[in-house]
């Protein structure tokens, strides 16, 4: 028999007796001021919200959060950057990003979070191998709970999917926390609509 | 096999002061995190109780979901493998690795490959694994496996990583600066991460309706290892399915508060389908899992979430540490789930544990472990696995407790010896309740001796 059917066998012999599956509750809540609340959350796990002025222009913002930075790798049209997104080959070449450019497509108010998709990044590893991340939210689009966001349904249909809240971090030497761990060292959220 | 002796073991990480005392708080401190957490959310009761009653319909269904989360797998163009025990889980990594040539892999943390001790096997036929996460990556370095299934180094201070990192990646060996060691982890890390033929990581839920693979992690290396090589294989072990999406809003929302005070993890990743040009396996590995799904008082251990909270409240676990269990699980779940494995070896594990209920009344998914390790002690007496000194303690005990009289004067010449016996003789080897502890001052007089005098006199004094 194989290793497979061996398993299932067993599984369905020594189930215990079956219990129902319980219904979700709507976890609905009534938000005021949902952006303020999702940028306390974000700069609790560590991130960082800049707004820019409705005159400047985010090239000028970019420029000046990052003065040092040479390589801008943009997956987004408000940004040209200066490594094309679509140019890259293979995932390892992103590894001299010094700020990648993506646009998050909800946030979540209770964490901070943001959600990203294989479809945003273009790039996967742009989300991890960049030193710093720069992620263009649109304000209106916020979701209360975690529930919520695991209510749409569809978007789990995407490849890949991330809640990203915050830049990587660790705390597994002495519980001293350290923003940077081995992904992104910051991430900064940019409120702008579409 | 050798029984593992916790006492032994606790001992020798009790010797080292700074350590121990180092360990109990930072843990202790994760613990009052997770309470501020969760006493800020009003719905908190009841997020345990869908937690626990979704585990126990998916555990109560598990073949069926585990078909369905094949197909849908299958269908999203993965390769899906089935481990019945270690050996097999650990021979197919292999031949999939193999397979493609791959010689070297970077991982993220998965306490199921540690389960299945595989990091050796691979090592022996030539892979080169790379442990990414920072805390399993200095466990690698200094060839110990890890503490806490959270925290895998939460055991060691800053200098044991200097030392650990100076004699294995050169680094300064009087620098032992925090930001300087995870620095220097990164550093030396990333070019694995840009070179390895192979990614792997384990999961933490696994979607049945989707064939999704949920990963939480704050430091980057999981995605880091799956974004870059061209191959990248997932060891899920059966019991980590979760009926549909929408489940993963009540799990997510724990994990993380339950396990380190944070509303969630830096990064929730989910892998559906292999990026073009690569492929994805998952290995679905029971190793003992669906024989505990059969065993009455003890399947609920099978909802386990892996969020540490119970080892962190653990008053045992926090003054031993996680090595002194011998076993891949430590603290209370250890307790529990490490006798199904191996009951004579782990036969001393359900006697490290003071009862007190503790965590249980963490349990994100509300199981019942202070009755569980009450039940393997009862096990281990019935099958005669208990140490003979335990044994004849236990058979003296039973004696006394059985007889009031005897109690009674067990009881004041217990806190006559308090008083009045030489220390030599009180904090001696014979006496294990006298080591690394002062013996409270005992009353001068017992309750009954009180009671007798106070309000036993008084006639039909009960109201």
Not at chain 2, 13 to 33: N, P, Q, S, T, V
Request: net charge positive.
């Amino acid at each position: 028999m194989s290793s497979r059917d061996e398993i299932l066998g067993r599984v369905r012999k020594n189930q215990p007796a079956p219990q129902p599956l319980p219904k979700l509750p709507a976890f609905d809540r009534e938000i005021k001021a949902p952006l303020a609340i999702f940028k306390a959350n974000l700069l609790r796990m560590g991130g960082k919200f800049v707004e820019v002025p409705a005159s400047g222009s985010i090239t000028a913002a970019l420029r000046s959060l990052f003065p040092a930075a040479k390589v801008f790798c943009s997956a987004v049209p408000e940004f040209a950057g200066s490594r094309p997104i679509g140019q890259v080959r293979a995932p390892a070449d992103l590894h001299d990003v010094d700020v990648g450019i993506v646009r998050a497509v909800y946030g979540v108010v209770e964490t901070g979070s943001v959600w990203l998709t294989d479809r945003e990044f273009k790039v996967g590893a742009l989300g991890f191998l960049a030193q710093h991340l720069v992620v263009l939210l649109d304000p209106a689009e916020l979701v209360p709970t975690m529930h919520h966001a695991y209510r749409r349904r569809a978007d789990f249909d995407a490849s890949y999917g991330v809640f990203m809240t915050g830049p990587t971090a660790t705390a597994d030497i002495e519980g001293v926390l350290i923003h940077g761990a081995q992904g992104i060292r910051s991430l900064t959220v940019i409120p702008l609509p579409v | 096999m050798k029984r593992i002796d916790h006492a032994e073991g606790s001992s020798r990480f009790i010797k080292a002061k700074d350590h121990i005392e180092f360990h109990d708080k930072r843990l202790w401190d994760l613990r009052k995190k997770r309470d501020r957490e969760t006493e800020a959310m009003p719905e908190w009761e009841e997020l345990r109780s869908l937690a626990s009653a979704i585990k126990e319909h998916t555990l109560t269904h598990l073949a069926d979901y585990l078909e369905e989360f094949e197909r849908n797998a299958t269908k999203n163009g993965v390769t899906v493998h089935w481990a019945r025990d270690a050996a097999e889980h650990n021979a197919i990594v292999f031949g999939i690795l193999d397979a493609k040539r791959a010689r070297t892999l970077v991982k993220s943390k998965s306490m199921l490959t540690d389960e299945c001790d595989m990091r050796p096997f691979l090592e022996t036929r030539g892979i080169k694994v790379i442990e990414t996460d920072l805390g399993e990556r200095i466990q690698q370095l200094d060839d110990e496996p890890p503490s806490h299934i959270v925290l895998p180094a939460v055991h060691k201070l800053r200098t044991d990583v200097a030392r650990v990192f100076a004699e294995t990646l050169g680094t300064d060996p009087t620098n032992s600066d925090v930001h300087y060691l995870a620095e220097s982890q990164r550093s030396t890390t990333r070019p694995d991460f840009l070179t390895a033929d192979a990614g792997m990581t384990g999961a933490n839920f696994a979607v049945a309706e989707t064939g999704s693979v949920v990963v939480c992690t704050n430091e980057g290396n999981a995605d880091l290892s799956v974004h870059l090589p061209k191959l990248y294989i997932a060891s899920i072990g059966i019991e980590k399915m979760l009926p549909r999406i929408e489940h993963l809003g009540v799990f997510i929302r724990m994990l993380s508060r339950s396990a380190l005070g944070s509303p969630i993890t830096q990064l929730t990743s989910h892998f559906r389908v292999p990026r073009a040009g690569t492929e994805m396996h998952i290995v679905l590995v029971d190793n003992g899992r669906s024989e505990r799904l059969g065993m009455d008082d003890f399947w609920y251990s099978l909802k386990c979430i892996r969020c540490g909270a119970c080892m962190n409240t653990c008053p045992v676990y926090r003054r031993s540490g996680g090595l002194s269990y011998g076993g891949t699980y430590s603290g209370p779940i250890g307790v529990i789930i490490d006798p199904t494995f191996n009951l004579r070896k782990y036969s001393a594990l359900p006697f490290a544990s003071t009862l007190n209920g503790s965590c249980t009344s963490v349990c994100p998914v509300k199981i019942n472990i202070h009755e569980q390790i009450y039940k393997w002690r009862e096990i281990i007496a019935e099958r005669n696995q208990l140490p003979i000194a335990k044994k004849e303690a236990m058979r003296m005990a039973g004696k006394v407790l059985g007889s009031p009289k005897l109690y009674r004067a067990a009881v004041e010449a217990a806190g006559a010896g308090v008083a009045h016996l030489p220390r030599f003789m009180m904090y001696s080897r014979l006496n294990a309740w006298g080591r690394q502890r002062e013996v409270p001052q005992a009353p001068p007089a017992t309750f009954r001796q009180w009671y007798l005098a106070n309000r036993g006199k008084k006639k039909g004094g009960s109201r």
